[in-house]
């Protein structure tokens, strides 16, 4: 199997989780009709297997949280995902956590991390969930993406750093950057 370098830890988990979401054809026919995917000397069991290699390096470097955040960013898992309501609940579940003592609506806190990763969810339905002002939704918002873009910086480093040592990140693109 040949492996491919990729430019970062981005483009790596974006080819891993693109791969994963199609099934191996084993009809050699229709693979010679699909053509190259752009994806150097790969077929589809060389492709599925560097997607293993990547995700389960990715795996053991990054805890729950930051897989769960790379799994609904990369792997669209907040958007009817195969793993769609844990991912949920383990994001919401560390966001609820850095909130201040009280009650907080947890269909609510859904609804903004969801909002975070591109759902199109109105404010006024929001709102309704939490229960408040303009102003306290404001406040919601802004600590759902501070928390969020937290997790996102210590997902991105940890899997950075989990690539790298696998020699999957090529050495003169990251002096590039």
Do not use: W
Request: overall charge neutral.
């Amino acid at each position: 199997m040949n492996s491919e370098k990729f430019k970062s830890s981005h483009h790596a988990l974006r080819f891993a989780f693109s791969v994963i979401g199609v099934p191996i054809l084993r009809i050699s026919s229709i693979n010679k009709m699909r053509g190259s995917s752009g994806n150097g000397d790969l077929n589809s069991h060389d492709s599925h297997a560097q997607a293993a290699i990547i995700m389960s390096s990715v795996e053991t470097a990054t805890d729950s949280n930051c897989m769960a955040y790379l799994k609904a960013y990369h792997g669209h898992e907040l958007n009817k995902g195969s793993e769609e309501r844990a991912v949920a609940d383990i994001l919401v579940r560390v966001v609820v956590a850095t909130l201040p003592t009280g009650v907080h609506p947890r269909r609510g806190i859904e609804k903004l991390v969801r909002i975070y990763f591109g759902q199109n969810i109105s404010m006024i339905s929001t709102r309704k969930d939490l229960a408040c002002n303009n102003r306290r939704y404001y406040e919601y918002r802004d600590e759902v993406c501070r928390v969020l873009d937290h997790i996102a910086a210590r997902a991105d480093a940890d899997a950075d750093r989990a690539l790298e040592a696998a020699g999957l990140i090529g050495e003169e693109e990251r002096s590039l950057a």
